[in-house]
């Protein structure tokens, strides 16, 4: 699948809270999520509207790797 184009920081901060991601800090227009599922991790979001190809390619690759998913699996879940 490929990544969405339009989405924005908020709208992934949205959809990453049914994987128990939650907002624990910000500083200027980046948001810190955690979660403590599959242990303890953390993750950088820019709160940007649309949010870069790569910066968003970035993100979820990290995310896939952490909760141990495809990537492709992981965004077809997280966006459908």
């Known amino acids: 699948m490929r990544l969405p184009r339009d989405i924005s920081g908020n709208q992934l901060i949205k959809a990453l809270k049914k994987y128990g991601y939650e907002v624990t800090r910000q500083s200027g227009s980046h948001i810190r999520l955690s979660t403590q599922s599959n242990g303890e ?7 940007h509207d649309p949010l870069k190809i790569g910066t968003l390619n970035g993100i979820l690759s990290e995310i896939a790797t952490h909760l141990g998913k495809n990537k492709g ?3 077809e879940e997280l966006f459908n």
């Not at 991790?41 to 709160?47: A, E, K, L, Q, R």
Request: hydrophobic fraction near 40%; glycine fraction near 0%; proline fraction near 10%.
């Open 73 to 75: 699996t992981f965004i």
């Open 41 to 47: 991790h953390h993750i950088t979001v820019p709160n």
